[in-house]
């Protein structure tokens, strides 16, 4: 029903990078990465893992004309290497993330000017996607646990831009994780948002754990998705409560419908 994958980042971490990769792909799943500046893209080539989206970016934000021109210009370096990697979507955020994922830039307000000088950066992302061929996906983040001063991180602020930009080169990557913990109602919010979603990332709230571990029903989700008619990627960006194949296979169960 769904294309299911999990964030090599999070999951195996005993494990070398690479080696991280190899196991998720063998066990059926594609692949998720964030920094792709950080591994050997040679050597992720020959896992011959299938990959499902990357960080699109690697500095920059949305507001500033000499942040809008750095994320455009790293942006499309981002699209160099997911051709490498056949990666078809770049993921990105209100403002660029420091590795504690910690905004470079922290907002205490996002005024009516930032919001149209964000319309505007993310229309021009959007046609550097359209020429390349590759989907941007703007995510939604949560500023109470774990990225406060993001701005532009709420989904209903996701979906605003996504939907004034109205490009099929910009989507949402839709995170129920962060969305939990931001606004919740859900099913709701994967029914509203369904014609402009890009992926889907799960996460279970508290813990940030696989499915099945907090308080958020991911079957009921599934099965919502389902009926909309959604046929997409939906990936576990979550840490292991335990043993690692076992968090992969509750991932599985929760959206297998």
Known sequence: MFKLAVCAEMIFRSLPFVERVRRIAELGFQVEIWDWTK??????QQTGA??????????????TESGAQTLLKTAAHSIDAARRLRCPRLNL????????????K?????????????????????????????????????????????????????MALVKAVDSPNLRL?????????????????????????????????????????????????????????????????AWASGDDELALRRFRNAFSV
């Open 50 to 63: 299938t990959f499902s989206s990357m960080t699109g970016y690697i500095e920059g934000d949305l507001i």
């Open 93 to 104: 955020h209100g403002t660029g993330l420091d590795g504690h994922g910690m905004p470079v």
């Open 106 to 158: 922290p907002m205490p307000a996002v005024t009516g000017p930032m919001w149209l000088a964000a319309l505007h950066t993310l229309t021009r992302v959007a046609r550097l996607g359209q020429t390349a061929k590759v989907v941007f996906c703007l995510e939604n983040l949560n500023t109470t646990v774990d990225h406060p001063g993001v701005p532009f991180a709420r989904a209903a602020d996701t």
């Open 39 to 44: 591994h050997d893209l040679t050597e992720l």
């Open 173 to 237: 990557n839709l995170d129920l994780y962060h969305a939990q913990i931001g606004e919740g109602n859900l099913i709701e919010l994967v029914r509203d948002a369904l014609p402009f979603i890009g992926e889907i990332q799960v996460a279970d709230v508290p813990g940030r754990c696989e499915p099945g571990t907090g308080e958020i029903n991911y079957p009921a989700i599934a099965r919502a998705l389902a009926q909309a008619g959604f046929r997409g990627t939906v990936a576990m960006e």
